[in-house]
């Protein structure tokens, strides 16, 4: 409890209050611009913080981490946009909301939701590290590359209008985009064609804003189709609060998966907000409002990708294994200040993962009032005429595109994948499962070609661990619900209750 | 009012090509390309030293994670870019002397000038509850079962694979290779009990050590290395004088590196600037934390290192037939 | 064009996508069993999942063309289809098509060219000002003073704001 004090003290001296904000401030920046991830802003900090105090260094990284991964739901909201990968599920039923003008409540929604997606995490860290510890060491090469698929399918099935086909044809050629470069297992390169770019792999960022940003660009070339967003009206938060009292079940169920999602190790933010997504469509009297402007999908997709970020910290505290990208720069950072997370985190600093905790916390207090005052500013510039916000968008890509690896080659990926968004959405296929088909690839390869390794080619190992086997039941299941086999096989079941 | 914005533009760029042309290096700011992704120990080494050479030089120093292909991706944009000293390369060594001989690059490390700053061992590892004692218990299952004993590392050409390949030479048998992402999935599948050993490099697997989740069998270092009070790793030289002397000390080597051909002036203000990084107190600390040798050498002495250092490397991996070309093609003797 | 008509398209060229998939993985499983990789057993090459990919996706795609048959005879579908394909090339190269085809080329040649050749501060605001111009935002002045403050704005913003280091 002395720790917990010893926290809030350091926390709320001025200098440190104010760099809390300004980090807060600047990760919310980042987030909400296209292609600046939250692993980028925090790569970016860890650099300018290098000669900090270490407490403040702490604080500045939590809030920006926090920032950025809250940022990316209001140009997801506004403009169809995700501002990081993990929004994409954010912009389903947030864009709708937008349209119908009530983006300030979208905005509302989604960060309060993310500010309730982190304290629940806080509430994980602070009192369950050692045990969900365990619970990570559970997964292994099956059980990930199971996840993978499970994340591919549910998405698939999410996003696609009534026909899963579609969806899940766009994840597969997600996952085979992931294919390209040289593979994890054996280093062999795949789809390169000698060329060492390609070799690298391609990336992550580039994809995404080229898959969501460019249809959107295009679209403002049309003549006279610059009047489509209904004129903002202003909300009140008495609403607000109203839908978030509402939903206080879906909130803590999302931030529970969330928790969940974020600790196991390579899996992030992106399948955490599906996750939660899809848990709160399948459970809910009206599923087939979701994706048409449904409040509660906003809150979930939120919560579960927020509540990621307390998830991914566990391990990183107690195995010094990071659960997400973002969260392994930001172990990285913990090593330049002198920490050692780990298992003698304990013993050696026991006051760290309170002040952890506590900081994490008072960021997303922050975060919260900032992105109001922010989204005050943004929903008027975000509505600016598109002839204008368009090209400028388009720069930001660029930049976005290059700085993630300081590579133009990636900015020429960018474009490329823009062609392809563009397709996608005229031929009406979804584009967020092609998108996590390139975020899961390349786990699913790895740790489906390592179970096989380890087991000499069989298959069987899959059937003899109990968490492999629920994935797997589950799986077959969404794939045979597609099939129309399916369905008359319920409707018997009904009748028969 | 076109033609005086045009007339503005004009001048803003002479007056900036200018300024590049006459100044004393350095004058703006260097970017340092680490060709993995943040968070490793390439990484953190890079950023240590990038800290002490940016005060000494009194310019800011970016740390720019180029990551992909093993490393290759950066080390490349660095080979194949304008060498002017304001880009300069960070790597580990194993990687960087290894790429001839993979097929990533023609040049060796003597088209290369290099700084060396670190050294860190291999430490070969299994869980607590493993039914190997000592290493003497490991090379002798390796003999009993050849090809059958798992080994968990960060991939091909990574720490951990040397540290593998050492012990396959050492032992006289094969193993099986399963290779994970990176240092950080696997440690967590040795710790998960997914394979057998882990040979990635002791700063990855340091602190499990201590804790008892993981057991430390050997180092590959020359002597025994007291990583906490009362916690020895004993070095394989104890148990296989004869068939380690060839290999060991065997881990990575850490420097930075730019490629041949600066002028001397400023290759003698990089060589004082990294003198100066690597006796700062941090970087020491840091070496501490991470048990890595800080052993910081000049160009000269660097190049002398890496000569039995690359043969070291390039030989294991070509007896192992486990690269494309002859390392003796470009000049690497045995 | 109509749904069905894209469902047609769209299926094929991910028919043939997905064989090229299979044939390609086949290969890399071909030159994985070689030195220095070695790997002869099919389900650990390099080559399985891609193949496994290839093949999901032709059938995926098969699934979408039998659909898009859906209520039709196959002939009488194909012979619909040319109808609505020849219906759609009447009406779709019109002022839409053109002014977002000309933007994407502006767009191709900033991320082609510009950017990889100029620095990046002089190449943005080339792009911008002629994307302003080509959209009519208002007088050419007003395009190039919006032009440049913007670019001020993200090059103080990433390289002073957040120490990043811009292209040249």
Same mark, same amino acid.
């Given at each position: ?33 296209? $292609? ?57 039923? $947030? ?38 510890? &365990? ?26 209008? $009534? ?81 978030? &009292? ?38 809910? &009297? ?197 099939? $129309? ?13 | ?40 120990? @390439? ?75 670190? #050294? ?126 060839? #290999? ?14 600066? *002028? ?28 890595? @040798? ?12 890496? *000569? ?27 | ?22 044939? !390609? ?8 069993? !070689? ?13 399985? %999942?891609?193949? %496994? %990919? ?9 699934? %979408? ?102 292209? !040249?």
């Amino acid at each position: 409890m002395q720790y917990v004090l010893q926290a809030f003290q350091t926390a709320l001296e001025p200098y440190n209050i104010l760099v809390m904000i300004l980090a807060t401030g600047a990760g919310l920046l980042m987030g909400m611009l296209p $292609g600046l991830s939250a692993t980028m802003a925090i790569a970016l900090l860890t650099g300018l913080t290098y000669n900090f105090p270490t407490q403040t260094a702490l604080i500045a990284l939590i809030g920006v981490y926090v920032g950025a991964i809250s940022g990316g739901c209001q140009s997801a909201i506004l403009i169809n946009i995700p501002g990081t990968p993990a929004s994409a599920a954010t912009a389903l039923d $947030g864009h709708p909301i937008a349209k119908r003008g009530e983006g300030g409540l979208g905005i509302f929604l989604a960060t309060t939701a993310s500010m309730c997606g982190t304290l629940i995490s806080v509430i994980f860290v602070l009192s369950f590290t050692p045990v969900l510890t &365990k619970f990570a060491l559970k997964f292994a090469s099956w059980e990930f590359f199971l996840i993978a698929i499970f994340g591919i399918l549910i998405c698939g099935q999410l996003t696609s209008n $009534g026909n899963a086909v579609k969806g899940w044809i766009s994840g597969i050629l997600g996952l085979i985009v992931s294919m390209v470069g040289l593979d994890v297992v054996d280093t062999f390169p795949r789809f390169s064609y000698g060329n060492v770019n390609l070799m690298g792999g391609i990336q992550l960022i580039p994809v995404m804003i080229g898959l969501f940003g460019f249809p959107e660009i295009v679209k403002a070339f049309k003549r006279g189709n610059n009047s489509d967003a209904a004129p903002m009206s202003s909300f009140n938060m008495k609403k607000g609060w109203a839908l978030v &009292k509402e939903h206080w079940w879906p909130i803590i169920r999302s931030g529970i998966i969330g928790v969940c999602v974020g600790i196991i190790p390579g899996v992030g933010e992106d399948v955490g907000g599906w996750l939660s997504y899809w848990t709160s469509k399948n459970t809910s &009297k009206d599923p087939d409002s979701f994706g048409k402007g449904n409040e509660l999908g906003v809150i979930s997709a939120e919560t579960g990708n927020n509540s990621c970020i307390g998830g991914a910290i566990i391990p990183v505290l107690s195995l010094a294994v990071p659960g997400s990208a973002p969260a392994a720069v930001l172990l990285a950072a913990f090593y330049m200040h002198g920490y050692r997370p780990g298992p003698l985190l304990m013993s050696e600093t026991p006051d760290f993962i309170y002040r952890v905790g506590i900081y994490l916390a008072l960021a997303a207090i922050v975060m919260w009032a900032l992105a109001l005052v922010i989204s005050r500013v943004s929903v008027r510039i975000l509505s600016l005429d598109k002839r204008i916000l368009m090209p400028i968008i388009y720069v930001l890509c660029v930049i976005g595109s290059y700085l993630i690896n300081y590579n133009l080659f990636d900015v020429k990926v960018m474009f490329v994948f823009g062609l392809v968004g563009i397709a996608l959405s005229n031929f009406e296929f979804p584009a967020s499962p092609f998108l996590l088909g390139v975020i899961l690839g390349s786990m699913a390869d790895q740790n489906l070609r390592r179970g096989l390794r380890l087991s000499k080619g069989s298959l069987l190992p899959m059937l003899q661990r109990p968490i492999c086997i629920v994935f797997l039941v589950v799986n077959i299941l969404m794939i045979l619900s597609q099939t $129309g086999i399916f369905k008359p096989l319920m409707a018997k079941l009904r009748k028969t209750k | 009012m076109k033609r005086i914005l045009t007339l503005v533009l004009a001048l803003v760029l002479v007056a900036s090509l200018s300024v590049c042309a006459f100044a004393d290096y350095p004058d703006k700011a260097i970017n340092l390309i680490v060709p993995y992704g943040p968070g490793g120990t @390439t990484d953190l080494t890079a950023r240590a030293i990038a800290n002490g050479m940016s005060n000494f030089l009194d310019v800011t120093i970016n740390v720019n994670n180029v990551a992909g292909a093993g490393g290759s991706v950066g080390t490349l944009q660095v080979e194949n870019g304008k060498n002017d000293g304001y880009t300069i390369l960070a790597n580990g060594m194993l990687a960087l002397t290894t790429m001839p001989v993979n097929g990533y690059s023609e040049k060796t490390y003597r088209d290369w000038d290099i700084w060396l700053a670190t #050294y860190a061992p291999n430490a070969i590892v299994v869980p607590a509850n493993s039914p190997y004692q000592t290493i003497v218990d490991l090379v002798e299952d390796m003999k009993a079962r050849p090809g059958e004993v798992t080994f968990g590392t960060a991939g091909i050409g990574s720490g951990g694979h040397f540290g593998a390949e050492t012990m396959k030479a050492i032992a006289g048998a094969d193993y099986s290779h399963i290779t994970y992402a990176g240092g950080g999935p696997a440690v967590t599948g040795i710790l998960a009990g997914e394979v057998d050993v882990c040979p990635q490099l002791l700063a990855e697997t340091k602190d499990l050590i201590i804790a008892g989740d993981l057991r430390c069998l050997a180092v590959l270092s020359e002597d025994d290395i007291e990583i906490a009070e009362g916690v020895v790793c004993p070095s394989i030289t104890k148990y296989y004088p004869e068939e380690a002397a060839a #290999y060991v000390p065997m881990g990575e080597v850490t420097g930075i590196a730019v490629p041949k051909g600066l *002028d001397e002036s400023i290759l003698a203000k990089l060589d004082e600037a990294f003198a100066y990084a690597a006796v700062q107190p941090e970087v020491a600390d840091f070496c501490n934390l991470k048990s890595f @040798t800080l052993m910081p050498m000049t160009r000269e002495e660097s190049q002398t290192f890496l *000569d039995s250092f690359t043969s070291k490397a390039c030989y294991l991996l070509w007896d192992a037939e486990a690269c494309a070309n002859d390392p003796a093609d470009f000049g690497i003797e045995r | 064009m109509t749904k069905k008509l894209k469902d047609f398209v769209f299926s094929i060229v991910l028919i043939l996508l997905g064989i090229y998939v299979i044939v !390609e993985s086949l290969n890399i499983y071909h030159k994985a069993a !070689e030195k220095p990789y070695k790997i002869t057993q099919f389900t650990i090459s390099p080559g399985f %999942l891609p193949f %496994l %990919l290839g093949i999901a996706l032709t059938l995926t795609a098969l699934i %979408l063309l039998a659909s898009s048959f859906r209520g039709e005879k196959i002939g009488e579908a194909l012979g619909n289809r040319k109808t609505e394909f020849v219906a759609w090339t009447k009406t779709a190269f019109n002022a839409d098509f053109l002014n977002m085809t000309i933007g994407c080329v502006l767009m191709f040649i900033y991320t082609f060219f510009l950017v990889q050749l100029l620095p990046f501060w002089l190449a943005s605001i080339i792009f911008l000002v002629a994307m302003f111009l080509f959209l009519r935002i208002g007088k050419p002045w007003k395009a190039v003073v919006l032009a440049v403050l913007v670019v001020a704005l993200i090059v103080l913003l990433f390289k002073y704001g957040f120490g990043a280091a811009m292209p !040249e």
